[in-house]
Nanobody, 119 residues
Framework: QVQLVESGGGLVQAGGSLRLSCAAS????????MGWYRQAPGKQREWVAS???????NYRGSVKGRFTISRDNAKNTVYLQMNSLKPEDTAVYYC?????????????WGQGTQVTVSS
């Protein structure tokens, strides 16, 4: 069982930047994909970005060019660099891990970290 702990959230003005971190309790080398989801008040949780074991990344359209997902296998950590933040980015951000490439639900979730962007 993999434990995921997010950090780095906070309050930032529009146009500012934050870097979220997700520390895993064990090696993430063999995990098929790591990613970030977010949930804004009154909205469904939505996928934001993912990074596969081989390093390929994907982003939802609204964050392309602004957010960057990366991983450091030596530190068992995944990051989400968020630049040019907008008020609509305000949400609780969750780290997620999927052990295999087989389609299906997320295997592990972090506890979430709040990101608030003021206008």
């Amino acid at each position: 069982q993999v434990q995921l702990v997010e950090s780095g959230g906070g309050l930032v003005q529009a146009g500012g930047s934050l870097r979220l971190s997700c520390a895993a309790s064990e090696s993430i080398f063999g995990i098929a994909a790591m990613g970030w989801y977010r949930q804004a008040p009154g909205k469904q949780r939505e996928w934001v970005a993912s990074i596969a074991r081989g390093g390929s990344t994907n982003y939802r359209g609204s964050v392309k060019g602004r957010f960057t997902i990366s991983r450091d296998n030596a530190k068992n950590t995944v990051y989400l660099q968020m630049n040019s933040l907008k008020p609509e980015d305000t949400a609780v951000y969750y780290c997620a891990a999927k052990v295999t490439v087989v389609p299906g639900p997320i295997d592990y979730w972090g506890q979430g970290t709040q990101v608030t962007v003021s206008s």
